[in-house]
């Protein structure tokens, strides 16, 4: 995992400010590079060096090395073609194929190939298609910009889930700013770059060094360039384009059937098919994960953000099957102190004559007691494996103290709703917690050293997993479940995976996402409707336990890995479990604007 700050000045080299400059030290601790150049670049036909315009480059990758045997610093540099690449993600596979080594340098060396075959004059879609060929081969998150010296064009985009951060920053007068993060001010200046295909500026075209002239002779504010929008072409679209850049995913299977809705049980293809394309998905991101620098007490290269449902207890219960049993796991339970329902709780205790004296605040919210029982699962279910349990506990002040910093890390996000899950998910990252000592009630202070967190994040959306859902299908049966699900899917990308990025790795972790794998998103997409959940469903025998219809497909699966418990546990959204909804006493709503 990396942080990127790309930017291009039309007076002098611009540079991060200190705040974007220490956020991006803490995404990547390992290494910081910076590389700046100025270039005298002539617009298209023109060889005249009188009318050069210069355009001033700045690239800074800063590293958390999680690939390959080796250090591999950023950017990366090319020394025939000084080309530049910085490079945030994680590439699983190119064509079909897994990668062994540092990624970044094989992107890089494709990237390279591709360019190279775009330097001969034609049209404009014959000279890019190689690029978006490059680009539609990877499977897996990333954010990247990366400059192709010999064709003078900047190329910057994220991938179609938009599971790494990447924002924006356009100033008429100075000039153009890439970066991972923002410099925190809240201003409207930052935006996301959307997850919808890639971008691409031609540094020779005629409007910028127009823009070079005017601003040099007259101050004139013409737009400086124009920025080329490659969108992401699906499968079964892609001969209608003679530019396109092939998404990963087909479109939803929307399939409807006349007679009864199948059983979907235990016995079900689908089930089975399930646990195979997810373990497939969790080898690619939990094996060869190198040692933490620093280890506390024990060798944990691996922690789940846990809160004791079903979609992270699957998880866990898979990864025990694909690791020895000396890799230790780390379970973070976050649990918040809410003045709100601390007062509520105060109130019912006086009513009902509770005695409350000994009770924690930690210990009745709802993830901590569903992520103890799934804990104690996980134990009887998976023998011989050291499943340590973080106890996460966040008191009121301490959150109150990280408030400012958590809005600037969310933004462009700004509502209350965001702040409340970010504020999860800051503190269950940060991995500093208690646990038990043996079987013990002793607890002792505890920091995981694991640098890679896997999130269940991805399955409500894929098998129907919302209250929502179920209120389509009440509403409109198969057909408005399917309309539902394919709207989910389609603003995946453009709704939180970004400002969750940027709020885990301020820590210096990298999120995983194994339910948003290319191969088992794509799987579930074509899925008729009723292989996913159960709604609609009637018959039920005997052996097949009866469950919530939501992410049916994932309970069974649940039941037969001898997780039970989880199975059944009911869908609850993160700021309800952890209790960092409503933390201010008074009226609020979870669209109202933060400042």
Same mark, same amino acid.
């Given at each position: ?65 999680? #690939? ?19 490079? =945030? ?154 530019? $396109? ?7 939803? =299977? ?10 979907? =049980? ?129 008191? $009121? ?38 646990? #038990? ?159």
């Amino acid at each position: 995992m990396c942080g990127i700050f790309f930017s291009l000045g039309w007076h002098d080299n611009i540079a991060p400010c200190a705040t974007i400059l220490d956020q991006l030290k803490r995404r990547g601790p390992d290494s910081l590079e910076y590389i700046q150049r100025r270039m005298n670049i002539p617009a298209t036909g023109d060889a005249s060096d009188h009318d050069k315009h210069t355009t001033f480059v700045t690239c800074i990758s800063t590293v958390l090395s999680l #690939r390959g045997d080796k250090l591999v610093k950023q950017p990366l540099e090319d020394d025939l073609s000084d080309s530049l690449l910085c490079w =945030n993600g994680e590439a699983w596979m190119i064509n079909d194929e897994s990668l062994q080594g540092n990624d970044a340098e094989q992107i890089f060396r494709m990237l390279l190939a591709a360019t190279s075959q775009c330097t001969a004059e034609g049209d404009h879609e014959r000279l890019l298609q190689p690029m978006c060929n490059a680009i539609s081969s990877i499977s897996g998150p990333y954010a990247f910009v990366f400059y192709d010296a010999r064709n003078r064009r900047v190329f910057y985009g994220r991938d179609a889930l938009g599971r790494r951060s990447l924002l924006i920053k356009r100033d008429i007068h100075d000039g153009f700013q890439i970066s991972s993060v923002s410099d925190g001010s809240l201003s409207e200046a930052w935006m996301e770059v959307e997850a919808d295909g890639i971008y691409t500026i031609n540094l020779t075209d005629d409007r910028h060094a127009q823009h070079y002239k005017a601003r040099t002779n007259s101050g004139n504010e013409q737009k400086p360039f124009e920025i080329t929008h490659i969108s992401w072409s699906a499968r079964n679209d892609i001969s209608r384009h003679s530019l $396109y850049l092939a998404s990963p995913f087909p479109r939803l =299977n929307k399939q409807m059937i006349a007679m009864q809705t199948p059983v979907l =049980n235990l016995e079900s293809f689908a089930v089975a098919r399930l646990e195979m394309e997810l373990r497939h998905s969790l080898l690619l991101r939990v094996r060869h994960i190198p040692l933490p620098p620093t280890t506390t007490k024990g060798p944990a290269r691996i922690a789940i953000l846990f809160s004791g449902g079903l979609d992270c207890t699957v998880l866990a219960r898979l990864i025990h099957d694909l690791l020895p049993l000396s890799y230790e796991i780390d379970l973070l339970n976050a649990a918040f102190e809410n003045p709100r329902v601390v007062k509520a709780a105060e109130k019912f205790n006086q009513i009902n004559a509770v005695d409350s004296v000994h009770m924690s605040p930690y210990s009745v919210c709802p993830d901590r007691i569903t992520g103890l029982s799934s804990c104690a699962e996980l134990y009887r279910v998976c023998p011989g494996r050291t499943w340590r349990f973080i106890y996460v506990d966040i008191a $009121y002040a301490e959150t109150m103290a990280h408030r400012q910093q958590v809005i600037s890390l969310i933004y462009p996000h700004k509502t209350e709703m965001d702040l409340s899950i970010a504020y999860a998910l800051y503190f269950a990252a940060r991995g500093r917690g208690t646990m #038990r000592e043996g079987n013990t009630d002793i607890t002792v202070p505890y920091v995981t050293p694991s640098r890679v967190l896997l999130s269940g994040l991805g399955a409500d959306e894929l098998f129907a997993g919302y209250h929502r859902h179920a209120a389509a299908f009440n509403r409109g049966g198969h057909r408005g479940l399917s309309d539902e699900l394919e709207l989910d899917f389609d603003r995946l990308g453009e709704r939180n995976l970004g400002r969750d990025d940027r709020v885990i790795s301020h820590w210096g972790r990298e999120v995983r996402y194994p339910y948003l794998d290319e191969k088992v998103v794509s799987w579930t997409l074509e899925l008729p409707i009723w292989s996913k959940c159960g709604f609609g469903q009637k018959e039920i025998n005997c052996e097949t336990p009866v469950l919530e219809p939501g992410k049916s497909i994932l309970r069974l699966l649940a039941w037969k890995l001898g997780m039970r418990g989880a199975a059944v546990e009911r869908k609850r959204a993160i700021q309800f479990g952890a209790r960092t909804a409503k933390m201010q006493i008074g009226s609020m709503t979870g669209t109202q604007i933060l400042y």
